[in-house]
């Protein structure tokens, strides 16, 4: 059974940083891109990162370039996403979810990705 469960989450000051894992059961995740999504209340639940599985190539969204990192370890089937320099508008249920192109296409889009994580929240407050 394919599965991914999301860790890491919680309350944060503004300007504070966590580290989200997103850990990969049930299938060899070398073959997939993994991305991480995000949804606030009351708005749709966008794409923020993803991760391919050819080179390691990785793609942002600009709310969220230049402060959170994605990275992999294979070995370990879990994905990291490291958010840095946090806003109160980072709030959010934070997903991750596995793509099973290994060059993803439309890597901010949820309509390529085939499975997905329960989330894990993360709030950015003083």
């Known amino acids: 059974q394919s599965r991914l469960v999301e860790s890491g989450g919680g309350l944060v000051q503004p300007g504070g940083s966590l580290r989200l894992s997103c850990e990969v059961s049930g299938f060899t995740m070398n073959y997939y891109a993994i991305g991480w999504f995000r949804q606030a209340p009351g708005k749709e639940r966008e794409g923020i990162s993803c991760i391919d599985s050819s080179d390691g190539s990785t793609y942002y969204a600009d709310s969220v370039k230049g402060r959170f990192t994605i990275s992999r370890d294979n070995a370990k089937n879990t994905v990291y996403l490291q958010m840095n320099n946090l806003k109160p508008e980072d709030t959010a249920v934070y997903y991750c979810?596995?793509?099973?192109?290994?060059?993803?296409?439309?890597?901010?889009?949820?309509?390529?990705?085939?499975?997905w994580g329960q989330g894990t929240q993360v709030t950015v407050s003083s």
């Open positions: 979810a596995a793509n099973d192109l290994t060059v993803p296409t439309m890597p901010m889009s949820r309509l390529e990705y085939d499975y």
